[in-house]
């Protein structure tokens, strides 16, 4: 295996961006979700995190959900190469388990891990070098919420003729609705295939669905994960409390999130090279959100936005579901 591994880093991720995106999460007191993945020690933590608590590692039926799912896809994929995409890849477990399942079949398979963290693509990357060839490996540090040439980005990954496999898990909770599904819109091409998930409400009533979650996020691992960003910064334990709560979309869906917020109960300064920020005590920053979904919510808000859904698996729990789409 060759000691040096070639990375794309798409504009979005260069160091005056990120600069200009932090400045903006501590001026709004909202936090962008790529800095919660944005050095290795946060990516170990979101890592142990994921394994505790997602239902794909602690639940074997929503695991064989996404099992399912992926020999959904692979029976509507008639071409001998695929190219499978992973945007927002994580660790890339579930897309090496699919990239598997295309080998098994016959398949010739490339693989693009995307993510917003370098250090995260190099994890997906080394977990799918188990199946796919390093020279049809193609990682891109990309952060989806501000690329906007993301379409065109992804159309130079791979072989024009090769038949596209996108997958997008565990993404769509932490982006507002309304302005990630047009740009995941934007990339699909008229025959690519989309392997969607999201996290569900389990029951027949949404609110006690979000309710019977909240521990999946009010946890002591999910904590450790999220004050990181501030520590770093320079904030103090001591200066606050994280807390959680269910808030309704801002934007007016209908959508229910699970939301965590510092609240200051001092003032703290912390700079940023030169510039200083002041959290006044009774302050607030949003840290993080979660959104809620049930199978209906998905088919209505992917159909805003000109996608399909052609099939869907739900685990028995009701707190997972995968969705093979199409785009209209």
Known sequence: MSSVVHVAIHSSQFPEQVRRDLEESIRTRRVNHKFHYDSVKQTQKWLALHQAYSP?????????????????????????AVHLIGLGCGGGQKDTRLLRLLTEN?????????????AMVLVARETAVAVVPQTKCYPLVCDLASATDLAEVIDQQGKAEDARL??????????????????????????DWLLFSANLAPGSDYLAGVRKI???????????WLIT????????????????????DPAGSGLKRVAAYFHFNRDREVG??????????????????SYRHTPERVKKLLGQVGIEV???????????????????
């Open 272 to 289: 940023l090279d030169q510039e200083r920020f002041v959290f006044k005590q009774g302050e607030a920053i949003r840290l993080f959100f």
């Open 106 to 118: 016959g398949k010739l398979v490339s693989y693009t891990p995307s993510d917003v963290s370098s």
């Open 214 to 224: 909240l521990p999946l996020y009010d946890n002591e691992l999910t904590r450790e």
């Open 229 to 248: 960003f501030l520590l770093d910064l320079g904030v103090e334990r001591t200066d606050g409390e994280l807390k959680f709560t269910i808030e309704d």
């Open 310 to 328: 052609e099939e869907q698996w739900v685990a028995n729990s009701e707190e997972e579901g995968v969705f093979l789409c199409r785009k209209l």
């Open 56 to 80: 794909s590692r602690t639940d074997d039926n929503c695991a064989a959900t996404y099992d399912l799912s992926f020999e959904g896809a692979a029976r509507h994929i008639d071409q001998a």
């Open 166 to 191: 996108i997958t997008f898990f565990g993404m769509v909770p932490n982006f507002e609705p309304g302005s990630i599904l047009p740009r995941l819109a934007a990339v699909l091409r008229p025959k």
